[in-house]
């Protein structure tokens, strides 16, 4: 500190200059002269001044306040990074383990050894503590230097206040440290250096669980199988599993895909893309039963829709009767057409999406418009949050519709709404309250109007002109924006378009013959392309003909439909996906048809008499038999209510019995037993696969029915 002059030392003792040179004489202060404009004047070493003029130095020096951390002076030996930086370790303590009750008490305890230090040249630092802690006692420190005093203490309780042996012990640690500020800061508390506790682990056995049993159910289950575990009461555990992060507390309980959702994630930056540089397309099950076209019964669309990530604009979109390629197509087609043709296709790992039909470099679609296709992870829907935030769009929409089927829809009102609709379709074969096929197709046209017109949170905000407000853009007005700069959509136009879109297929030429799926097409010019490989393309929705290409893209001619082994009748793409996709559903129908079946049969019930010893009687079939035993006396011949297994029954008790019977004695099958098996076997797939699954060839069993039905023509003729 430097040296006082008279005037200093009279403001602290609140007295006159004159009065300070006669006290200094009377008690002969040491001093020096140093030389001022105009003469000479005395300066004094605080050091060297009396106990009580110290005193009121310090005293005075804290009435005028302590300086702020902000214009505080640096302290002597303390660097700049000292002073601002707490991210320097001290001891044990690292920064990172700093808690908010910590860092307010460690720069509490900063604040006043810096105050006392700054007062301390005043007569030493003890007497700066003394000073201090006098004054906190009595209430005379400034406001921010009391709160300080106040906030220091890291025990709270009433009548504590600022000690010397505080203010001694932590200017010692904070010595000791080389000065570094979080040598002051608290330790945690034992309650906090316990965590994780010893039996957390053991419990997490029994907690960690993806079945989620409750902390109550886990802690009995534990002490049931582990009768030696050490376990803290019930409320210490719910405590302790509470307090646990987010990530420790569910691991176990949630798969990796679900923890996923409480990690850390990356925001993709479009702002150096433009429109059309990356399309996402993904499908989405509509919410709410619409009529079926073909059938009027309820049933689920899909929606598959394209959206462009910088605009967040919705240029494709399509609607199919169940998740496929061809909907896929078509919202691409839609996109094309309308807003432009994209750089990147960003997809999922679907088969809708990942397919010949699309990635074939030859014959794909994207090779034919240039598009380079990216794939997300797998189990990464939040890589496409952008098209999987606009599904809420159907879903919300969709919630107006009496028969919306989302998970919170109330189960009675559906189940009432679902019973209205089985008997109007029962009466009348429609329903009114579904809504129309074109009806649904229309209504999708609105809510994709809207969403492009309504303002996207994604977007920047501009001034509204009618309101004057500030608001997000619409998908549609960054659109126009972007034209309004100057840039244009590669837009995909012209007679040839739907050409371009139609699926296609390699296949070689046989005597101007080819031959697509189930059907053979012709062409005379086909000639000198007969074993070539050629590309045709052919409409999903028209088997009439199709478009022959060589394998260079130059167009060779149309080839008409010519004839085929299978069918009179052309068959399209989409009728021949329909039948098997109705096939399939027909084997599982009658799977379960089969295991209703199975049910139905009740037990036989055998009669058997015997004298001293049971004769079992197997049963012909394996269908469940009750044995009810009649015992006779020794004198009475047995009773035997079972023919002979080679016997035929006067009476099947099922259509199974007597096929299953019919398939161990074909030899004597009549010709009533081998109609009847035909037609039987025909007719019900139900009845086959019940067969199938008794060990019994029905392919075969049919075919001896049949050889059975022509030797007896031949006979008769």
């Given at each position: ?70 214009t505080r002076p640096q302290l002597r030996g303390e660097t700049a990074e000292a002073t601002t930086d707490l991210a320097i370790a001290a001891g044990n303590v690292d920064a990172g383990d700093l808690k908010g009750w910590q860092r307010e008490i460690m720069l509490a305890r ?120 050490a376990l803290p009461p019930l409320r210490t555990v719910q405590h302790h599993i509470k307090k646990l992060p987010a990530l420790a507390r569910n691991r176990g309980r949630m798969g990796p895909r679900a923890l996923r959702q409480m990690k850390a994630f990356v925001r993709r ?118 098209i999987e935030r606009f599904h809420r769009t159907w879903i919300e929409a969709s919630r107006f519709s009496p028969t919306y089927q989302g998970w919170d829809m109330d189960p009675e009102a559906r189940k009432r709404v679902d019973d209205q609709i089985k008997l109007e379709i ?292």
């Open positions: 500190m430097e040296r006082l002059t008279v005037v200093t030392i009279a403001k602290a003792l609140s007295i006159t200059p004159r009065a300070v040179h006669l006290r200094s004489n009377n008690e002969a202060w040491p001093y020096t002269e140093t030389s001022v404009k105009g003469g000479r004047q005395r300066v004094y070493d605080p050091a060297d001044l009396p106990a009580k003029v110290q005193d009121a130095l310090r005293d005075h020096m804290l009435r005028t306040g302590s300086p702020s951390a902000e900063l604040a006043l050894l810096r105050e006392a230090e700054r007062i301390a040249a005043a007569g030493g630092l003890f007497n700066a503590f003394t000073t201090l802690s006098r004054a906190a006692s009595d209430g005379t420190l400034p406001p921010a230097l009391m709160r300080a005093a106040s906030a220091a203490n890291a025990k709270k309780g009433e009548g504590r206040t600022l000690s010397v042996t505080s203010l001694r012990r932590w200017h010692a640690a904070f010595e000791a440290a080389g000065r570094k500020p979080l040598a002051l800061a608290p330790d945690r508390s034992p309650a906090e250096k316990t965590l994780p506790p010893a039996w957390l682990p053991d419990f997490l056995e029994f907690y960690a669980l993806p079945t989620k049993p409750t902390v109550a159910g886990a802690y009995q289950e534990a002490l049931d199988k582990r009768p030696g575990l930056d479009v702002s150096e893309l433009w429109p059309t540089a990356v399309y996402v397309t993904d499908g989405h099950t509509h919410h709410a039963a619409v009529a079926h076209p073909l059938t009027g019964k309820p049933f689920r669309p899909e929606i598959t829709a394209t959206i462009d990530v910088v605009t967040r604009r919705i240029t494709g979109w399509s609607v199919a009767l169940s998740e496929a390629t061809w909907g896929t197509i078509d919202a691409l087609r839609h996109a094309f057409t309308t807003c432009g043709v994209p750089d990147i296709w960003y997809v999922d790992r679907g088969k809708g999406f990942n397919n010949d039909v699309i990635d074939d470099t030859l014959t794909g679609l994207l090779a034919r418009f240039g598009v380079t296709k990216e794939r997300s992870l797998p189990y990464r829907s939040q890589a496409r949050g952008v029962a009466e009348s074969g429609r329903s009114d309250i579904l809504q129309g096929w074109d009806d649904f197709i229309v209504w999708c046209g609105e809510q994709v109007a809207k969403y492009n017109d309504r303002p996207h949170a994604a977007l920047p905000k501009i001034v509204d002109a009618a309101t004057g407000r500030r608001r997000h853009m619409s998908p549609d007005e960054v659109w126009r924006q972007w034209e309004a700069k100057g840039w244009s959509a590669d837009r995909e136009d012209g007679d040839d378009i739907e050409l371009m879109f139609r699926p296609q297929e390699r296949r070689k030429v046989n005597r101007c013959e080819i031959q697509l799926f189930t059907n053979r097409y012709f062409a005379d010019c086909l000639e000198d392309f007969h074993e070539l490989e050629v590309l045709v393309s052919y409409d999903i929705h028209d088997a009439s003909k199709v478009w022959v290409f060589a394998p260079d893209g130059q167009f060779i001619t149309e080839a008409t439909y010519f004839g085929n082994s299978v069918s009179f009748f052309p068959v399209s793409k989409v009728e021949q996906d329909h039948e098997r996709r109705v096939n399939e559903r027909a084997k599982r129908v009658g799977k379960r048809m089969a295991a209703v079946e199975e049910e139905r049969q009740k037990p036989v019930l055998e009669i058997v008499a015997r004298r001293e010893t049971p004769i079992v009687i197997e049963p012909e079939s394996s269908r469940p038999t009750a044995t009810l035993e009649v015992v006779a006396s020794p004198n009475e011949p047995p009773v035997t209510a079972a023919k002979s297994a080679d016997d035929r029954p006067e009476r099947f008790k099922s259509d199974f019995e007597m096929a299953a019977w019919l398939w161990h004695h074909r030899d004597r099958m009549t010709a009533h037993d081998a109609g009847w098996l035909v037609d039987r076997l025909t007719d019900s797939p139900a009845f086959t696969i019940r067969l199938s699954m008794e060990g019994i060839d029905a392919a075969a069993l049919k075919g001896a029915a049949k050889a059975f039905i022509a030797k007896q023509e031949v006979k008769n003729s």
